[in-house]
């Protein structure tokens, strides 16, 4: 035996094994489509986003092909009319698809990937009990009124439910550690378990409430491994997240802060997860309508972004989130407002923190603000409802044309409350109170603690009615109500 030889032989045929366990390669044949291009497109988040083309030949062949691994996940190949089917990739990254135009989805074999075969039985089997839910579903609706038949949908429908939850574990179970078992795991739920009331609670619904929403919040993520990214690729994860901390728990700044500080322990483990999570955190809570939301903001870049944990900033936009971010320190809900000593129309001096008024409405406000113009004549209305000892408006005029100011508040009669302005803008009012445009409007209370800003004077009205005695929370909870209604 020629030894050189079988030492080439054997590294020729290693090498070969390393390099196809480092490539992907996937067959496709489509029979019945032929000298047309086809897409591989992958989940991320709650997007789809194209991987690789190919065109198919005159038989309706072709091969996706690359020398590096994909990133694990859920797939989809699509079809020059948009429609498409899934596919998993996982470790094993080499194999072939066989299928029709025509009945894409009910044509489709997969060779040389257990995993996929899976995914295929996984899906027919939930299409299959997916139909037998909504017949029984119909076929209950169709029940009157106390009839025996009632209870035996009912019955059939639980059984339904009860074989597919066994079904999921089955199937995560079976292909442990896998795409298809993560994927599986994503669209599990907490299941709340039967709450016994103690006897001496005497408000049962409520309590039954908060062990259920308690219950909901704790064990959400149960399921969800904020280490592994293959999470990412799928189509579930996302809106997930979206779910938990836009419905599931309270909206609430510091409910939600600590819930994000919580998942990102985890996510920090993975860089790529650590990434997606914390942008997609600023990005909602800094878009979010919801008052108070930018204390959200503020812990997220401060303790993740400023702290250096974000490693994929540059240094100029990091730079552009302090500027930004200081903006905000000094107007969170529950600080005492920066006080302000400004000239007012009557050029003498008037000084927010001395007004003795119970509420103070500062409003920022231009004459010629197309907002302005709808927003004042209700800031008056609101005005005259109250007594100065209750409520109090320091409107800040926040350009520098005096003769305009003036002119418009003595022809439209907004004399009576207090008018100021900062010519030279001594007091820096616009960083403190983080005005960008107008009108913005921030309500104080008695000790000027922040206690509603950015929001309509009609949602300011509903605060100091409910204040003062004019409409109940009750009463407001049933006008919301009968408005959905």
Not at 290 to 314: F, H, P
Request: proline residues 2%.
């Amino acid at each position: 035996m020629n030894l050189r030889k079988s030492l080439l032989t054997l590294l020729i045929i290693t090498t070969g094994l390393v390099l196809s366990a480092q490539t992907y390669k996937i067959d496709v044949e489509i029979s019945d489509l032929s000298d047309k291009d086809i897409y591989l497109g992958y989940y991320y988040g709650n997007k789809t986003y194209v991987k690789d083309t190919i065109r198919l030949d005159s038989k309706g062949k072709g091969s996706f092909k690359g020398d590096s691994l994909l990133d694990q996940g859920l797939y989809i190949i699509v079809m020059p009319d948009k429609n498409y089917f899934d596919v998993i990739v996982g470790e094993d990254q080499v194999f072939s698809i066989e299928t029709k135009l025509v009945n894409l989805i009910s044509n489709l074999k997969i060779k040389g990937s257990d995993e996929n075969q899976a995914l295929i039985d996984f899906q027919e089997h939930m299409q299959s009990q997916n139909k037998k839910i909504v017949a029984k579903q119909v076929r209950l609706k169709e029940q009157t009124e106390g009839s025996d038949s009632i209870k035996i949908y009912q019955e059939e429908l639980q059984q339904l439910s009860d074989d597919i939850k066994i079904f999921w574990d089955k199937t995560i179970e079976d292909n442990n550690g896998n795409v298809l078992s993560i994927l599986v795991n994503a669209m599990k739920n907490p299941e709340i378990p039967d709450y016994e009331v103690p006897e001496e609670i005497v408000n049962k619904d409520s309590a039954r409430w908060f062990h259920s929403y308690n219950y909901n919040r704790t064990h959400y993520f149960d399921f969800i491994d904020f280490t592994d990214k293959r999470f990412l690729r799928t189509p579930i994860f996302h809106n997930k997240v979206e779910t938990f901390f836009s419905r599931v728990i309270i909206q609430d700044p510091d409910t939600i802060i600590n819930y994000i500080d919580v998942i990102l322990v985890d996510a920090e483990k993975d860089a790529e997860m650590f990434e997606y999570l914390l942008r997609y955190f600023l990005s909602t809570y800094s878009k979010s309508d919801i008052m108070g939301m930018d204390k959200v903001v503020l812990n997220v870049v401060e303790n993740y972004y400023l702290s250096g944990k974000a490693d994929w900033m540059d240094e100029e936009s990091l730079d552009k989130m302090r500027t930004q971010i200081a903006k905000l320190r000094f107007n969170q809900i529950g600080n005492t407002a920066q006080d302000l000593k400004l000239e007012t129309i009557h050029e003498e001096y008037a000084r927010l923190h001395e007004i003795k008024a119970k509420y103070t409405l500062v409003y920022f406000w231009e004459p010629h603000c197309g907002h302005c113009k709808k927003t004042t004549p209700k800031v008056a209305d609101l005005y005259h409802e109250y007594s100065r000892e209750e409520f109090e408006v320091f409107a800040v005029y926040t350009q520098t044309d005096k003769k305009e100011w003036t002119d418009y508040v003595f022809d439209k009669g907004y004399d009576e409350w207090i008018n100021v302005w900062d010519r030279y803008n001594l007091t820096n009012f616009r960083f403190f109170y983080n005005i960008n445009s107008t009108p913005s409007l921030y309500l104080l209370d008695e000790n000027k603690k922040i206690v509603a800003k950015r929001i309509s004077i009609e949602t300011i009205k509903e605060i100091l009615d409910i204040e003062f005695g004019k409409t109940s929370v009750k009463d407001k909870i049933e006008q919301e109500n009968l408005k959905k209604d």
